[in-house]
């Protein structure tokens, strides 16, 4: 069965520091999709970004990077020059297809940040 | 495009009481997935529907059921309300069902509360 961890519950910083999300997933499927949705007070979640197993590249977009590590299943979240608009609640997930031929989306319990002003 | 949208926004129920949210997926979309959402039990998969039929199903009891109409909007319902189902649902929708690699759209959720 697959798992995704996230281990900080929350965290907190001040503006502008830079911050990591962890996400720590397992399974034993080759091929699966790694996602990263932010969640504001308002209670929607927001995709910020899709990764398969087969693309290892780092990405970035503004303040946001990502770097995806098969070897140790991590797939991390870092938020450079925080500001008080990232607080929000940060979920990691992974999907895959089931024997079933279902797909399966699992859900870390999120990470809780708090950046103040 | 519009996004996917959910009503109502917030509700309050009494226990006993059975309620319906609904749910308009994004345009083209033609998968609608349901999750709870608690602070102990984070989010939980309820069910999913792609072409009005119910592709899988969580680990939920029967009080929770929905469907999906033909222009795939959709509805789940709670019956026989208990103080536990307060939370916030869900609904998200994607282009296609069983594809792991289509990226999942969240509505704002329905937030409900049972006293």
């Known amino acids: 069965a697959q798992k995704v961890t996230q281990a900080q519950t929350e965290i907190s910083v001040v503006e502008k520091e830079d911050v990591t999300l962890d996400c720590v997933y397992e399974t034993r499927d080759t091929t699966y999709y790694l996602f990263w949705y932010k969640q504001p007070p308002s209670g929607e979640l927001v995709f910020l970004i899709r990764?398969?197993?087969?693309?290892?590249q780092n990405e970035i977009s503004g303040r946001y990077s990502w770097n995806f590590q098969k070897s140790t299943s991590s797939f991390n979240f870092t938020i450079t020059a925080s500001q008080v608009v990232d607080s929000a609640v940060y979920f990691c997930a992974l999907s895959l297809l089931e024997d079933t031929g279902r797909r399966a989306l699992t859900f870390g319990s999120g990470t809780r940040l708090q950046v103040q002003p | 495009k519009a996004g996917v949208t959910q009503t109502p926004r917030y509700l309050i129920k009494t226990r006993g009481q059975q309620v319906t949210l609904s749910c308009s997926p994004i345009?083209?979309?033609?998968?609608v997935s349901w999750y709870q959402q608690t602070p102990g039990q984070g989010l939980q998969f309820l069910f999913e529907y792609f072409s009005e039929t119910q592709r899988n199903k969580g680990n939920f009891p029967g009080r929770f059921s929905g469907r999906q109409f033909s222009n795939s909007r959709s509805e789940m319902n709670v019956s026989t309300l208990e103080l536990g189902d307060s939370a916030l649902y869900l609904c998200a929708s994607s282009l296609d069902q069983g594809m792991p690699g289509n990226t999942i759209y969240f509505g704002e959720g329905s937030w409900l509360t049972v006293v």
């Open positions: 345009s083209g979309h033609r998968s």
């Open positions: 990764r398969n197993s087969f693309d290892e």
